[in-house]
């Protein structure tokens, strides 16, 4: 289970609630099982994001030798025609993130459910070789 998430606010939404108690059961501290669960449960999806809303998102960068988050957590500042410029909360810095390198869809967090969300270790740091 992820470390302190036991000891989440009981004002969670429903879907962080879920979440919760799926994490409780899952027996891992695996952040690829975690982004599955959360992909599960936050079924809400958008292609495109909105500035200054919440979103998480497989990214699978092209660019070689760069450290990257594949299980980003980001609030959008800005579209671009190439793609668009987010706060990553796992990085704590802005990022940027190109159309062709997010292979599916955002799945849209609400801003009421990002404390619950930093308490599980899902981001997956690697470096694209």
């Known amino acids: 289970m992820a470390e302190g998430f036991g000891q989440y606010s009981k004002t969670g939404t429903a879907r962080t609630k879920e979440l919760k108690k799926r994490v409780q059961t899952l027996g891992t ?3 690829e099982d975690f982004m599955l669960l959360i992909m599960d449960i936050f079924k809400k999806e958008v292609l495109y994001p909105e500035p200054g809303k919440f979103y998480t998102f497989v990214y699978n960068p092209k660019t070689p030798d760069i450290e990257y988050d594949q299980h980003p957590l980001i609030e959008c500042i800005s579209l671009e025609r ?3 410029k987010a ?6 810095m802005p990022r940027q993130y ?3 390198e997010i292979p599916g869809k955002l799945h849209v967090i609400d801003y009421t459910e990002l404390d ?3 308490e599980i270790p899902f981001a997956k740091f690697r470096l694209n070789k």
């Open 29 to 31: 501290n695996d952040p």
């Open 82 to 84: 190439w793609g668009f």
């Open 87 to 92: 706060f990553n909360f796992h990085w704590r």
């Open 98 to 100: 190109t159309w062709e």
């Open 116 to 118: 619950e969300l930093l």
